[in-house]
DNA sequence: ATGGCACTCATACTAAAGTACTAAAATGTC
DNA sequence: GACATTTTAGTACTTTAGTATGAGTGCCAT
């Protein structure tokens, strides 16, 4: 906040000097009014688009990124979620051994755990509360 | 691409139409510079913002919203589709077919179409591949 | 060093999911 | 009305998924 504030005054602060310049140098005849036109024109163009991208980067970019707070709070070990990754990805358990080089039965082990975690029935409803936990 | 095209002419066309004008009535004494500028300023600051939120709004909105087309290029029915936007809840086949009044079987044969369809081996994969194809 | 925890794997089941095929209504189209 | 789909449903299996339980190994913190 505090950081917006000084930026912006000193944004307004090089702009009036822009503008007193451009104005006193075109009365001093030493710069074509065309030029501090486009000058001032290009300035504040780009501020404009400096301004909106700020203001934009802040209300359009929450959608995703996962929540590490949360997979901490549901106690999921490191190779509990990894083995969550893959069935959001749509392996099958001996897909997900084969990867991760595991027997199936390790795979099941770490499943049933997830299931338990996350309170699901399925691999299927534990993928929809893990997207809706933004998780994954 | 071509109302693209169209819109960015007209909006320079405007611009230096406002860039005249204000050239010629300051050198005619009806206008003050500082007015001028500060009109150029104004302009291509909302210019700025404009165009930026144009080409912005084309690369970071379409992360949703479904894809009809896709899903008659698939060929899925009507049944088909909403057996699928269940499976994406992550509901048993008895779930769904408690929740449209069918039996299993027939939950059985959608999903097998389904997976069919989307070229999938599994009910998760079939959920992976629909998210990425964009119809659900 | 030891008790706790995560990770690994196994066996033995039970329960879902998925396949293959068949077939009768229901629906829509020409 | 005839024809093509879609939707529904069944039987009979095969394959995955999931549960329960026990148990060995490695690591790390007290």
């Known amino acids: ?3 917006t504030v000084l930026t912006f005054g000193l944004l307004i602060l090089a702009l009036l000097l822009l503008f007193q310049v451009s104005k006193y140098a075109i009365i001093g005849g030493s710069l074509r009014m065309e030029y501090a036109l486009a ?3 290009l300035v504040f163009f780009f501020v404009g688009i400096y301004l909106n991208k700020k203001s934009l980067s802040k209300k359009h970019l929450p959608p995703n990124k996962i929540d590490r707070q949360k997979i901490m709070a549901l106690e999921l070990s490191k190779r509990e979620y990894e083995v969550l990754k893959e069935i959001a990805l749509g392996l099958s358990n001996r897909e997900i051994a084969d990867k991760l080089f595991l027997t199936e039965s390790t795979i099941k082990t770490h499943v049933s755990n997830v299931l338990l975690k996350l309170n699901a029935k399925r691999r299927t409803q534990a993928i929809q509360i ?4 933004q998780i994954i």
């Open 130 to 133: 893990a997207k809706a936990l």
């Open 1 to 3: 906040m505090r950081k």
């Open 39 to 41: 000058a001032v024109a």
